[in-house]
């Protein structure tokens, strides 16, 4: 891992409220607004057993472009079977690395944790997060968040709240 | 109230079974003997050890076991358990190596089995020890069908062709639909867990009762008219007693139309003419390709060895009322990138942890298994399985029923009632 280290403190400040804002928007289930951050080509990816391989010949937790995302929120808004009473979420991350940076785009690192709780089931999940975010015209678009849970070759029990 | 020990037949009624098949300790250590410890069990894919000195570990019943290729090309599937003072010799889930060596006093085996050398062997005379006598334990019997690597412990009994039965005939349908006549578990397995007993899972699986309620969102947003006419009153597809134990849950009947359309693509022509070839038989390949793999059927293949959509999955009971699955996708050998990727894809929409249908699957068995703590009145000892038992129509010798009804599960504990009742071994 290489880190740029000459980021200027606007930019670091720029991409943390960034990232505040889309993790708010999941706590908040803003679904349709939070979609809407991401690029069109954008994709949203939680890696399974491993953290770096071809998602095309490797199984993925998620691994959502944005038709896939639609769909998702669809389904979690219907309320069905495990969300028939929704999970409440609270994302935190700190550690912001930024790891590349050029005028098109920027690529970060933080350290994430979810807490969901659901009746009074408790769980948390921590994980590393890279963030691929293009610079546009409407602020920052997500090409793509890679979220790496710690454990991600484990046992769950569902994550089907929106993670 | 019962007072005595409950004999399997008071449990399995045929058109129903007790509560304590689910909870009963004493029924689940006899299912441990007489079934996982007795049957043939699957213990992993051929794709999964193909170099020599590949290994993976796995379980039968509760027992930890080392599926290994040893220097011979053979597949040897071991205890996973120190003959000298019983640590596991293998921590891994899978890997490649010349050598076990267990971590507690060092012993090494080689990929078969055999006592390498005991450590610090001065310790040991001659006169007393064999290193013979310590190889690790074996799988009296190890078979394969189509790639499929089955373990039996006991020595004795059916062939894997014979228990297989008519379930080869799916295994082939699923396999028959790769390029090259071969899966790969090479995609990676996922894992999940649950509160409540093994045999909920494999019911489950080839239940076409509860699809279109327990999956409703799924099948709303998918939007695919196909699919929600799968099981609905008026379906044509169709739920089966292979006999055995084995059932399958067959939906070709409602997603022919489907199928029909692609072969007429130009991919289509192309995919019939190809697998043609490679079969010998135009019936045959177009027969394959309009059963769309395991996308056209489920099956549960006695007792714990599921075959869905585009995975293989294995149910592991850990006590009366926990349970471990995996599941591994699996990828069609010779077929292109975008058709495996797209497999994935398929595969991650409705399985794994965030998936659209299985969490809410396993989301039902936590609530049977809360449910069956209620007890002491008739209408609560008995969980029922008689769907279609008047409807019935038999085919090449197996029982099918309308794709909602409960011939499956029927078939599933008539095997199982016949191995708990087996003379004691």
């Given at each position: 891992m290489t880190i740029n280290d000459r980021v200027d403190r606007s930019t670091r400040q720029e991409i943390e409220q960034f990232i505040s804002h889309e993790l708010a928007l999941l706590d908040d289930h803003e679904y349709s607004a939070w979609i809407e951050l991401?690029?069109?080509?954008g994709v949203h990816w939680l890696p399974s057993?491993?953290?770096?391989?071809?998602p095309n010949e490797h199984v993925s937790i998620i691994y959502d472009d944005k038709d896939a995302m639609l769909r998702r929120v669809r389904r979690l808004n219907l309320?069905?079977?495990?969300?028939e009473v929704p999970s409440r979420v609270c994302h935190q991350f700190s550690?912001?690395?930024?790891?590349e940076e050029t005028d098109e785009e920027v690529m970060v690192r933080v350290v994430m944790v979810v807490y969901e709780v659901q009746r009074s089931r408790k769980h948390y999940y921590p994980g590393h997060c890279v963030y691929r975010l293009r610079r546009t015209d409407h602020g920052f678009r997500i090409t793509l968040k890679k979220f790496c849970l710690i454990d991600n070759d484990q046992f769950y029990e569902h994550l089907t709240f929106m993670i | 109230m019962r007072t005595e020990p409950a004999q399997p037949s008071d449990l399995a009624k045929g058109d129903r079974v007790h509560r304590d098949i689910y909870l009963d300790e004493q029924v689940f250590r006899d299912e441990l003997e007489r079934i996982f410890y007795t049957t043939w069990v699957y213990v992993g894919h051929e794709s999964e050890v193909r170099q020599i000195g590949d290994f993976k570990t796995t379980h039968i019943g509760l027992q930890p076991v080392i599926v290994s290729r040893h220097d011979d090309n053979a597949i040897y599937v071991m205890?996973?358990?120190?003959?000298?003072?019983?640590?596991?010799?293998c921590q891994e889930q899978s890997g490649n190596t010349r050598v076990f060596r267990c971590g507690y006093h060092g012993w090494l085996f080689r990929?078969?089995?055999?006592?390498?050398q005991p450590t610090l062997?001065?310790?040991?005379?001659k006169r007393d020890f064999?290193?013979?006598?310590?190889t690790l334990g074996r799988a009296p019997r190890v078979d394969l069908y189509r790639g499929m690597i089955f373990a039996s412990l006991?020595?004795?009994?059916?062939?894997l062709r014979e228990h297989l039965g008519k379930a080869a005939d799916y295994i082939d349908l699923a396999f028959d639909i790769a390029p090259d006549g071969d899966v790969h578990l090479s995609a990676g397995r996922q894992l999940y867990t649950y509160a409540?007993?093994?045999?909920l899972q494999c019911e489950n699986?080839?239940?076409?009762?509860h699809t279109n309620f327990v999956h409703k969102s799924f099948l709303e947003v998918t939007g695919i008219p196909e699919l929600t006419g799968l099981?609905?009153?008026?379906?044509?597809g169709r739920a089966g007693?292979?006999?055995?134990?084995h059932g399958v849950l067959d939906s070709r009947a409602g997603l022919q139309p489907m199928y029909a359309e692609s072969l007429k693509t130009a991919q289509g022509k192309r995919d019939l003419e190809a697998l043609t070839e490679r079969l010998g038989d135009r019936e045959r390949a177009e027969y394959v390709l309009m059963s769309g793999g395991t996308n056209g059927f489920n099956l549960v293949v006695f007792p714990n060895v599921l075959m869905v959509a585009h995975q293989i999955r294995v149910v592991h009971p850990r006590t009366v009322h926990s349970t471990d699955v995996e599941m591994y996708p699996y990828l069609l050998g010779g077929a292109s990138a975008a058709t495996n990727a797209a497999r994935l894809r398929t595969h991650e929409e409705f399985y794994?942890?965030?998936?659209?249908?299985g969490p809410d699957d396993v989301e039902m068995f936590r609530r049977v298994f809360e449910g069956l703590?209620?007890?002491?009145?008739?209408?609560?000892?008995w969980l029922h399985f008689a769907r279609g038992l008047r409807r019935t129509v038999v085919e090449d010798g197996v029982e099918f029923g309308h794709a909602t009804d409960e011939h499956p599960q029927r078939g599933f504990y008539r095997q199982w009632l016949r191995m708990m009742e087996a003379a004691d071994r």
């Open positions: 991401f690029a069109e080509d057993n491993i953290n770096d391989y071809n309320g069905r079977a495990v969300q550690n912001l690395l930024v790891l | 205890l996973n358990r120190c003959t000298h003072r019983a640590a596991t010799v990929r078969n089995g055999e006592l390498l062997d001065s310790g040991y005379d064999n290193k013979s006598d310590f006991a020595s004795e009994g059916p062939s409540g007993n093994w045999k699986v080839v239940d076409g009762y099981f609905n009153a008026n379906s044509k007693d292979l006999g055995g134990g794994g942890a965030a998936g659209a249908g703590s209620a007890k002491g009145v008739p209408a609560v000892e």
